[in-house]
């Protein structure tokens, strides 16, 4: 027996000591009412339940704000693309007549497949400078609301002649509203191009199911200001209006005015999970904190007969801060229940992998990797990123991974299987993309078939040798439906094959390819296991105070046949 040994047994004496004496000031104090106790641990408890469910439901109150402010930017970049639509042929028509002098049949001509009925404008007319007044000398379509006769129209004509922008105005009548416009050129001010464009009468426009504002209940109005007066055109009956709850603003440039948009989610942008999931955090507290308070009032109970064991009662209170602990880790917990707790074991097969969390936080990352084995000749892998962070990031990584996996095990290919997948995510109304690498390996005449939508290459490592396989690349899932090309490569004996996540190379500011030197560098070499190698890798790559995750899987095959960097990969 050593002193290190002496001094750490006096010390568990004088500790058990000073516990037993500070058990009896506490059983003659009011702490130790076991009501009391387990009222305060209530309380601590319910205190971190809402907090905890608050801090969700601020977080997914955030990102929903965001991913409005995202659809809403979206449908203001079509309402701007649609005002170069209205424009333009006004400008062509403007440009004709200057060199036409005015021609009245080839103004019909050109504007004619651009007024009627059903299409952009009921009216069109080019007016020209007369002297002292502009006048009419050519009219399409239905009779303007907005009278050639009338002050005004001479006032808005002669505003356009003289603007290096065309000029909007809003017209009502009757019960109807048409928006007029015209263009002139300042520099040469002899025609002015004025047509109109009707408004449904009860301004309702609804929007496509595939549009920017699929997801979004609008409201355009004309101008800077919000007022009913200034509507232009909704979804909703112009009852329902001003739109309520957390809504997201656009102002557009309009010629001589603006557009303001104002629009609002339908639903939950976020998915339902992400509006779940504070509720499931509170019930599951409650729940925990109900518990835990119980738990205490019985330690606390049976306190006076264990207190000849201090060691037990401290042990006691240690696990009840644990389950504290868990409380205050959920998150944590969540990300890992959403990755494989084990990868399979396949026979003749060495297979390793690793997960190391970007951040800390309640934010859940994308990242995810699944080793699965198919029967007794095959295998099959994938490791994944989805973009961005969060409830919404997790809940697509969650999907793709299982549709995949159930994909894998029906047999299909691995190009087939993203193929598949690209029809079932779409970056509009999911709000992510994913980079996929899918391969099925052949136990037996170790050939890898992969497949890669938009993800890193995976490298092949020897203990002398490295290569990063070429092959390609097809478009990440959710940018839309898409094919996908297979390549096959040979794994030599004793090379390990890595698939890994951009947070293993990637460093801001810095160029991807040496990212990927330095990755191959410090793989080849000898490490012993798969499991060491990843071990090494991750100590030695890991960023610290990196935003991105890391997840990587390893396998190679396990009966190496003579020098293993004898054979480099073979890749068709």
Not at 86 to 107: C, E, H, N, R, V
Not at 447 to 454: D, I, K, P, S, Y
Not at 493 to 520: C, K, M, N, Q, Y
Request: aromatic share 6%; net charge negative; charged share 20%.
């Amino acid at each position: 027996m050593n002193s290190h040994t002496l001094d750490a047994g006096q010390s568990s004496v004088a500790n058990g000591q000073q516990t037993r004496q500070e058990l009896k000031r506490a059983e003659r104090g009011p702490a130790s009412n076991p009501t009391r106790i387990a009222v305060v641990v209530g309380l601590i408890g319910l205190l971190v339940t809402a907090s905890v469910s608050w801090t969700s439901l601020v977080l997914d109150r955030h990102n929903e704000q965001r991913l409005l402010e995202v659809q809403t930017r979206q449908a203001a970049a079509v309402i701007a693309s649609t005002i170069l639509n209205i424009s333009d042929p006004l400008s062509t028509a403007l440009q004709i007549a200057k060199a036409t002098g005015g021609d009245p049949q080839k103004f019909d001509r050109l504007m004619s497949s651009n007024v009627g009925p059903s299409c952009l404008f009921v009216s069109a007319s080019l007016w020209r400078d007369n002297g002292p007044l502009l006048q009419p000398i050519a009219s399409i379509g239905s009779s303007p609301e907005l009278l050639p006769a009338s002050t005004k129209a001479h006032a808005f004509v002669t505003h356009a002649q003289h603007s290096a922008t065309f000029v909007v105005t809003d017209i009502r009548s009757e019960g109807r509203q048409r928006i007029g416009y015209a263009v002139g050129d300042p520099k040469n001010p002899t025609y002015v191009v004025y047509a109109e464009r009707a408004i449904p009468a009860n301004r309702e426009v609804p929007a496509e199911s595939n549009s920017a504002f699929a997801d979004l209940n609008y409201a355009t109005y004309l101008g800077p200001t919000t007022r009913t007066s200034d509507l232009a055109t909704t979804d909703v009956p112009p009852t329902q209006l001003p739109l309520v709850g957390h809504t997201s603003s656009e102002v557009i440039p309009f010629g001589d005015t603006t557009i303001t948009l104002v629009a609002t989610a339908r639903g939950q942008l976020n998915g339902a999970f992400g509006a779940d999931l504070p509720w499931i955090l509170l019930v599951g507290g409650v729940a925990l904190t109900i518990a835990t308070a119980v738990a205490t009032e019985q330690l606390v109970r049976h306190r006076r007969e264990a207190e000849q064991n201090a060691l037990t009662i401290s042990g006691l209170y240690e696990k009840l801060d644990s389950l504290y602990g868990e409380q205050r880790t959920i998150a944590e917990t969540l990300q890992r229940a959403l990755l494989p707790q084990t990868n399979p074991e396949i026979p003749n097969l060495e297979i390793a992998s690793r997960y190391v969390a970007g951040v800390d936080g309640v934010d859940i990352g994308g990242d995810w990797y699944s080793s699965i084995a198919i029967d007794e000749h095959h295998f099959a892998f994938v490791v994944g990123d989805v973009s961005g962070r969060g409830i919404g990031a997790a809940t697509i990584m969650a999907r793709l991974r299982f549709t995949i996996r159930a994909y894998l095990l029906e047999g299909h290919p691995p190009d087939v299987v993203l193929e598949m997948c690209s029809r079932q995510l779409d970056i509009g109304s999911d709000g992510h993309f994913a980079t996929v690498l899918v391969g099925v390996g052949n136990l037996v005449s170790r050939e890898l078939t992969v497949a890669n939508a938009g993800h890193l290459n995976p490298l092949l490592v020897s203990t002398s040798e490295w290569e990063y396989p070429t092959m390609k690349l097809g478009l990440p899932l959710g940018v839309g439906p898409s094919t996908y090309e297979a390549t096959s490569m040979h794994v030599p004996p004793g090379w390990a094959f890595l698939a890994f996540t951009d947070g293993l190379v990637e460093r801001r500011g810095e160029s991807i390819e040496v990212g990927f030197e330095r990755l191959a560098s410090s793989a080849i070499g000898e490490h012993g296991t798969l499991d060491n190698l990843l071990s090494d890798l991750v100590a030695e790559l890991a960023h610290r105070g990196s935003e991105d995750d890391i997840a990587v899987l390893a396998f190679r095959w396990s009966d190496p046949v003579g020098p293993s960097g004898s054979v480099r990969p073979q890749t068709t």
